[in-house]
């Protein structure tokens, strides 16, 4: 950047107040402050608006991966065949009960128990503890992809179990492969609540739940009436971070099932995958893609409201 | 690990039974603490026995006999060096060019008033919770088009506009902690607005540099998908897709060496993790976006 402009950059203003609008430095001087900024926009414009955009062109297209030269413009028919595709649909409550029992469920009120708990554990156990779930969370993906393999097949760990509780054991990946991929997320997603909520309960000022307490309101009554409302603001933005998280889970499911067996565990981005790929119809995978990204948007702009960010 | 933790509830009190009813209280804590975190210590306990287990199956077993073999046969330059050293290339690649980026861009929003600032950073913020996983499928047919599929830079570039938005959001948070004042001495004395970047704000910053810098590095370190699509010759593939080779191509599993390489491949990022914990007080991804 250009030192001569320096001094107009910040002019002496002996008073300390902030230099006001950029009108009246003018157009220059905003184009020289807002020249660092582009490389980053640069990037963000071509490589993530860019697909974005061509998401939305191409999903209403019949863009293929083989044979065809030309693809066309189709206008719906994309959308309309997903809805009427029952692969789809099975995919859309897949995903649906993916996320609300691994997100909504399992790794919010898992989180919120442990962080609860730490509150009142002592110090070793509570970093044990910690350590070990956060570990869980650093984990490369596919690496807990691998680990809840293991755990669920046949000869894995959890059977082992069930057998020396002579409880009965079964295929899991096989039988119920959506609720074993779902555990799997739990298992590795827990750690981000915790560690909201650990935030969250640091900041509740001791003496309300000590004078709750003298008054006598048991554990559950002060979680109920004091704690969850002086939290709920974590509660959203953590349940949302928490959805969208799941909403884009590839790799672990990948790992573990391939969206199998016949599907069983095909949620909507290992579909997407599918059609695009292993099926060659990149339109119509596209069109998923963009469905998703939909439902996604949409629970990003419901994010932004609750954290209702002073910018 | 460290990990941020709650003050301690005991406190001189008075009235004993409430004194042992905390006491009983921590106690029950501590077990219910302890019986969840053997839950999710199983499948770690798994890896790291069946490492050193010459005989590893798919249960958590203890090994008849502890050796390293399993360790020396995957490190051969085939199985870890080369798809680690790639690893290292795209995501130090994508990490570089992340913090660079994200530390201009930070620098007006964060310095200067502009009526520009609250839309860009508003489109920011959305764009950090966008799902990336969605948009894999057209960001595959348009580098297709581009010539950019199977190259390291397409890859990396890609990397680092998907993990941009958050960073540019994190630079700016931990950024706006830099007193202005101490540049406005800078400013009068002449300097640009570059030089007092460089020398005076980035140097109080550090830590928050560091921690953008480690975030970006271990969510591309861990990242499948992205590699996965665009990267389609076997000796540029990272280990986040390598890995997938113990599985496919060579025939029966081999699940010690598996667990050997798992452990090889995830120590980096735990560690990193490690040392930046303590830094991010209230976790990894929430110095920024949570807190707001």
């Known amino acids: 950047m250009d030192t001569r402009v320096a001094p107009q950059v910040r002019p002496p203003d002996p008073s300390g107040a902030k230099v006001a609008s950029p009108r009246r430095g003018g157009l220059r001087r905003s184009l020289v402050r807002a020249l660092p900024v582009s490389p980053a926009v640069i990037l963000l414009l071509l490589f993530l608006a860019g697909p974005i955009g061509y998401c939305a062109?191409?999903?209403?297209?019949?863009?293929?991966?083989?044979?065809?030269?030309?693809?066309?413009f189709v206008g719906f028919d994309n959308f309309r065949a997903a809805f009427e595709d029952e692969a789809f649909l099975n995919a859309v409550w897949l995903t649906l009960v993916f996320t609300v029992l691994s997100s909504l469920v399992g790794q919010n009120t898992l989180g919120l128990a442990l962080a609860a708990l730490m509150q009142r554990a002592s110090k070793p156990v509570r970093t044990v503890v910690g350590g070990i779930v956060v570990t869980a969370w650093v984990l490369p993906?596919?690496?807990?992809?691998?680990l809840l393999y293991a755990f669920f097949r046949r000869?894995?760990?959890?059977?082992?179990?069930l057998d020396w509780l002579h409880l009965p054991s079964q295929n899991w990946l096989f039988t119920l492969p959506i609720l074993a991929v779902s555990f799997a997320n739990v298992?590795?997603?827990?750690?981000?609540?915790?560690?909201?909520?650990?935030?969250?309960?640091?900041?509740?000022?001791?003496?309300?739940?000590?004078?709750?307490e003298v008054d006598g309101a048991g554990g559950w009554r002060r979680m109920w009436h004091i704690t969850l409302p002086m939290i709920r603001r974590s509660i959203g933005t953590n349940l949302m971070l928490n959805t969208l998280q799941t909403l884009s889970?590839?790799?672990?499911?990948?790992?573990?099932?391939?969206?199998?067996?016949?599907?069983?565990?095909?949620?909507?981005?290992?579909?997407?995958?599918?059609?695009?790929?292993?099926?060659?119809?990149?339109?119509?995978?596209?069109?998923?893609?963009?469905?998703?990204?939909?439902?996604?948007?949409?629970?990003?702009?419901?994010?932004?409201?609750?954290?209702?960010?002073?910018? | 690990m460290a990990i941020p933790v709650a003050r301690t509830t005991a406190r001189p009190t008075v009235r004993t039974p409430l004194k042992s009813r905390r006491a009983?209280?921590?106690?029950?804590?501590?077990?219910?603490?302890?019986?969840?975190?053997?839950?999710?210590?199983?499948?770690?306990?798994w890896v790291v026995l069946s490492s050193l287990d010459p005989h590893a199956g798919l249960k958590v077993q203890v090994p008849d006999g502890v050796t390293l073999d399993n360790f020396d046969a995957v490190l051969t330059p085939d199985i870890t060096f080369t798809p680690l050293l790639n690893s290292l290339i795209l995501c130090g690649g994508g990490t570089l060019l992340t913090v660079v980026c994200s530390t201009l861009a930070a620098y007006p929003l964060s310095r200067f008033r502009s009526r520009l600032n609250r839309p860009f950073l508003l489109t920011i913020l959305f764009a950090t919770s966008l799902p990336i996983t969605a948009i894999m499928?057209?960001?595959?047919?348009?580098?297709?088009?581009?010539?950019?599929?199977?190259?390291?830079?397409?890859?990396?570039?890609?990397?680092?506009?998907?993990?941009?938005?958050?960073?540019?959001?994190?630079?700016?948070?931990?950024?706006?902690?830099v007193p202005k004042e101490l540049e406005e001495a800078a400013w009068t004395d002449g300097a640009s607005s570059l030089q007092s970047l460089v020398r005076i704000v980035l140097p109080l910053m550090g830590?928050?540099?560091?921690?953008?810098?480690?975030?970006?590095?271990?969510?591309?370190?861990?990242?499948?998908?992205?590699?996965?699509?665009?990267?389609?010759?076997?000796?540029?593939?990272?280990?986040?897709?390598?890995?997938?080779?113990?599985?496919?191509?060579?025939?029966?599993?081999?699940?010690?060496?598996?667990?050997?390489?798992?452990?090889?491949?995830?120590?980096?990022?735990?560690?990193?993790?490690?040392?930046?914990?303590r830094r991010l007080g209230g976790g990894f991804a929430l110095g920024g976006a949570v807190k707001g």
Request: charged residues 10%.
């Open chain 1, 187 to 212: 298992w590795r997603g827990t750690a981000f609540s915790m560690l909201v909520y650990s935030a969250a309960l640091n900041e509740i000022p001791k003496e309300i739940t000590e004078a709750a």
């Open chain 2, 137 to 177: 499928v057209p960001v595959y047919a348009l580098f297709v088009q581009v010539n950019l599929i199977d190259t390291v830079q397409g890859t990396i570039f890609f990397f680092a506009a998907s993990q941009l938005p958050f960073a540019i959001w994190l630079m700016k948070n931990f950024m706006d902690g």
């Open chain 1, 141 to 146: 993906e596919v690496v807990a992809g691998f």
């Open chain 2, 24 to 45: 009983n209280r921590r106690l029950a804590a501590d077990a219910g603490l302890l019986v969840l975190a053997a839950a999710f210590a199983l499948p770690l306990v």
């Open chain 1, 155 to 161: 000869e894995g760990t959890l059977n082992a179990i």
């Open chain 2, 207 to 277: 830590p928050g540099v560091a921690v953008v810098t480690v975030f970006s590095f271990v969510m591309m370190w861990g990242n499948f998908f992205v590699p996965f699509m665009l990267l389609l010759t076997p000796d540029q593939m990272p280990a986040s897709v390598s890995i997938n080779e113990f599985f496919g191509n060579r025939g029966t599993v081999v699940y010690g060496q598996l667990a050997a390489f798992s452990i090889i491949y995830s120590t980096p990022v735990i560690l990193l993790y490690v040392l930046v914990a």
């Open chain 1, 57 to 72: 062109y191409i999903a209403f297209t019949d863009l293929q991966l083989t044979g065809q030269a030309q693809s066309s």
């Open chain 1, 249 to 311: 889970v590839f790799g672990l499911i990948w790992v573990m099932t391939r969206g199998g067996p016949s599907g069983k565990s095909q949620t909507l981005p290992l579909f997407m995958y599918e059609q695009a790929f292993q099926k060659s119809m990149i339109g119509y995978g596209t069109a998923v893609a963009l469905l998703l990204l939909v439902v996604g948007s949409l629970f990003s702009v419901v994010y932004m409201r609750l954290l209702r960010t002073e910018v």
